[in-house]
C-alpha cells in the first residue's frame, strides 16, 4: 500500500524508518510530537542532506515550504546551552504525502554560516535572504545574499534577541544635502510599564451597592 494511503501512525513510522536509513549518521536527533517528525543535523552536512531528502526515491521531498532563522539565546528562560542560531527547513513531498522539519544548528554564534539549498530548492533564494537580513545567518554559496526587508544602509539584524528596540541609526531626509542620511539613534532607550489603575476593593461584593434599578 503507498505510504500516502497508510494511517497516520504507519505512514509517520514509515517516514521515520526511511528518514534514518537515508541520512544515517548524519541526523544528530529525530523526535517524534504531536504528529510530525523533526530531525536535528549538524551545519557541515546541511546541504548534503537537502539533496538526499529530495532525491531519495523513498523520500522525495520535493517542496521547500519554509526556511527561516533562529535565535535561541536566552531560550528556555536562560537553560539553553547549545549554539544560538539554527536554520529550519518545512519539507513536502507532494508524492508521498508526508512533511518533515529539518533543524541545522550553525557551528559559530559569531559567524553563523551554512550552506544554501538553492541548488537543492530555488524557492529558497528569498527565505535565505530573510534569514540573512533579519538573523545574520551567512548561506554559503548564495548567488545573491543581500537584504530583502530592511534598507541598505541598516545596521544590525532586528531579529536577534540582543538587538535594541531603538536600533543603532536613525534615517532622515537632509534638506541641505537634499538626501537620505544616516546618523545615530537620538531617542533615549526607555522602558515602558503601563499603569492599572484599580479599585481596593475591586472584585469584592460590596453590600452598600444594589443591582442597578433597585432602591
Not at 529550519?88 to 559567524?111: G, K, P, Q
Not at 544554501?116 to 535572504?129: I, K, Q
Request: include cysteine; hydrophobic fraction near 40%; charge should be negative.
Amino acid at each position: 500500500m503507498p505510504p500516502s494511503q497508510t494511517s497516520p501512525t504507519t505512514r509517520l513510522e514509515t517516514l521515520e524508518a526511511a528518514l534514518r536509513a537515508s541520512l544515517g549518521d548524519s541526523i544528530r536527533s529525530l523526535v517524534e510530537r504531536l504528529g510530525e517528525i523533526t530531525v536535528v543535523i549538524d551545519a557541515a552536512s546541511h546541504a548534503q542532506v537537502a539533496e538526499r531528502l529530495r532525491d531519495d526515491p523513498a523520500l522525495r521531498f520535493d517542496t521547500l515550504i519554509d526556511l527561516c532563522g533562529v535565535d535561541y539565546r536566552d531560550y528556555g528562560e536562560g537553560a539553553w546551552n547549545g549554539q544560538r542560531f539554527a536554520v529550519v527547513m518545512h519539507l513536502l513531498s507532494v508524492a508521498h504525502n508526508w512533511r518533515v522539519r529539518v533543524r541545522t544548528f550553525c557551528a559559530d554564534d559569531d559567524m553563523p554560516m551554512v550552506a544554501s539549498v538553492t541548488s537543492v530548492w530555488p524557492v529558497a533564494n528569498w527565505f535565505e535572504r530573510e534569514a540573512f537580513d533579519l538573523f545574520g545567518i551567512v548561506f554559503e554559496g548564495h548567488g545573491d545574499l543581500r537584504r530583502i526587508l530592511t534598507d541598505y544602509g541598516f545596521v544590525g539584524h532586528p531579529f536577534r534577541k540582543d538587538f535594541p528596540i531603538s536600533g543603532y541609526v536613525e534615517m532622515r531626509y537632509d534638506p541641505e544635502q537634499k538626501r537620505v542620511v544616516y546618523q545615530p539613534v537620538t531617542i533615549e532607550p526607555r522602558e515602558v510599564v503601563p499603569r492599572i489603575l484599580r479599585d481596593d476593593r475591586y472584585g469584592v461584593e460590596r453590600p452598600d451597592v444594589g443591582l442597578r434599578g433597585q432602591k
